[in-house]
């Protein structure tokens, strides 16, 4: 089975760093782009960006450059996104998601999503 | 940034009747639509890609249908597993790529 495990749930203080993961199995990881995706009550799902584990070639979303780190371990089919300081907007679940293609857009392949709660 | 429009924000049906939800693209997506299905708690699951294109497992009960700018996801037969919120999702133009804020179908 195709699956994306994303690590569990996580409580910071604003200010804070974090780092979260997102293991793939069943497929071969290192030949599909992993996006990864927000959502809130207030903004919905947003699309950050995307990383190639193969090689580690990422592509920002303009609303997300510079505000979070994406990196991938191949070795270990994980991909991973970062925070060096947390803010309280940053609260939201994160979704890793295969992307069918880099021109297909499309994502097929979902986590079961990480909570980030960032409160003082 | 294309800006993707669904309506309505809430759909009552009966179940046993027939869906349509609509999404509006503030420019030409071509067929780079794709919808999705989320329940409480869950991830959303891929439904439709290539505005018409059935994903694996998905019941033929969903269809998709539109080009350019006006995207129809119509549910047939609804069943009582049907309910839940349904986005649509543009992959024509990026960065970035960008959702529709989601339409609820809940039970009359």
């Known amino acids: 089975e195709e699956q994306l495990v994303q690590s569990g749930a996580e409580v910071r203080k604003p200010g804070e760093s974090l780092k979260i993961s997102c293991q793939g199995s069943?497929?071969?990881?290192?030949?599909?782009?992993i996006a990864w995706v927000r959502q809130t009550p207030g903004k919905g799902l947003e699309w950050m960006g995307i990383?190639?584990?193969?090689?580690?070639?990422?592509r920002d979303s303009p609303s997300f450059q510079g505000q979070v780190t994406m990196s991938a371990d191949k070795s270990n089919n994980t991909a991973y996104l970062q925070w060096s300081s947390l803010k309280a907007s940053d609260t939201a679940i994160y979704y890793c998601?295969?992307?069918?293609?880099?021109?297909?857009?499309?994502?097929?392949?979902w986590g079961r999503g990480t909570l980030v709660s960032v409160s003082s | 940034e294309i800006v993707l429009t669904q309506s309505p924000a809430t759909l009552s049906v009966s179940p046993g009747e027939r869906a349509t939800l609509s999404c509006w693209a503030s420019?030409?997506?071509?067929?780079?639509l794709a919808w999705y299905q989320q329940k409480p708690g869950q991830s959303p699951r891929l439904l439709i890609s290539?505005?018409?294109t059935r994903a694996t497992g998905v019941p033929a009960r969903f269809s998709g249908s539109g080009s350019g700018t006006e995207f129809t996801l119509t549910i047939d037969s609804l069943q009582s597993e049907d309910f839940a919120v349904y986005y649509c999702?543009?992959?024509?133009?990026?960065?970035?790529?960008?959702f529709g804020q989601g339409t609820k179908l809940e039970i009359k």
């Open positions: 998601v295969r992307q069918r293609d880099y021109y297909d857009a499309f994502f097929d392949v």
């Open positions: 069943g497929y071969s990881f290192n030949r599909f782009w």
């Open positions: 990383i190639y584990p193969g090689d580690s070639d990422t």
């Open positions: 420019q030409s997506v071509s067929s780079n």
């Open positions: 290539g505005a018409s």
């Open positions: 999702q543009q992959y024509h133009n990026w960065p970035p790529y960008t």
